[in-house]
């Protein structure tokens, strides 16, 4: 308890590709629990010395986080990675050869800050990766969100006393040769009347409560 200092927190990033390859990432080297397991890429194999679990090994590749701004609503969270360029061989860097052999738009990612002393998350962040900078020894990441509402079509139809339907179409059902008006009224097949009814009866005329004012003593017999 007396102590003032010890392992500082460690950024980690999973990253699962569309193919289904698997890495993972941290600002130092260090073995922990991933979230998200895939294929071990065939990347591994051109490595000199590959680990011995690849799920758990993370690549001191992550050299920043930046932007990270939660919304707490359906505006799109947003952050960026900063990846190193710089390892590889004389002919082919390897984030650069990664980007070269698989695209990593749309990637699976799940960023988290991990306390090593106490092998427990503090923070964690989910989402899809997009390529945002390529350079000669940095990478950019940014992120989108799983659920993105501004890339999300809602519902074509429209709330309305009109049936949405289009005459004989699968939706509407009737299979004669005399079209409806698209109203309740018209409809031959009211069970799949796609509209809204509101129908509603006005009444502007005022009321007088009935308020009886003969008082009335009413004992009780005991």
């Known amino acids: 308890m007396s102590a003032h200092s010890g392992p500082a927190p460690l950024g ?17 080297q260090v073995s ?11 990347w591994a194999a ?7 679990s690849w799920d758990t090994y993370y690549f001191p590749w992550l050299l920043n986080v930046t932007g990270i701004h939660l919304y707490r609503s359906q505006q799109a969270d947003s952050a960026n990675f900063l990846i190193q360029n710089i390892s590889g061989n ?11 052999a698989a695209s990593f738009e749309g990637a699976l990612f799940a960023f988290r ?7 427990a998350v503090s923070f964690e962040m989910h989402g899809t990766l997009t390529v945002a900078v390529r350079g000669e020894q940095t990478c950019t990441f940014a992120t989108k969100p799983l659920y993105d509402t501004s890339t ?5 139809y429209t709330v309305s006393e009109t049936c949405q339907w289009n005459y004989a ?3 509407c059902g009737d299979t004669t ?5 698209n109203s309740y009224v018209t409809c031959r097949q009211p069970n799949r009347f796609f509209g809204v009814l509101n129908t509603f009866q006005v009444n502007l005329q005022p009321t007088l409560t009935q308020i009886n004012e003969v008082a009335v003593n009413r004992r009780r017999m005991i």
Request: glycine residues 8%; proline residues 12%.
């Open 152 to 156: 999300t079509d809602g519902n074509p």
């Open 32 to 42: 922990a629990p991933s979230v998200y397991q895939g294929n071990t890429p065939a």
């Open 46 to 52: 051109t490595l000199k010395t590959p680990p011995a």
């Open 177 to 181: 040769n005399n079209p409806c008006a």
């Open 90 to 100: 004389s002919i082919q860097r390897d984030v650069a050869g990664l980007l070269r």
């Open 113 to 119: 800050i991990w306390l090593p002393k106490l092998q």
């Open 12 to 28: 980690l990033l999973d990253v699962v590709r569309t193919n289904g390859d698997s890495f993972h990432w941290a600002n130092a």
């Open 169 to 171: 179409e699968p939706g």
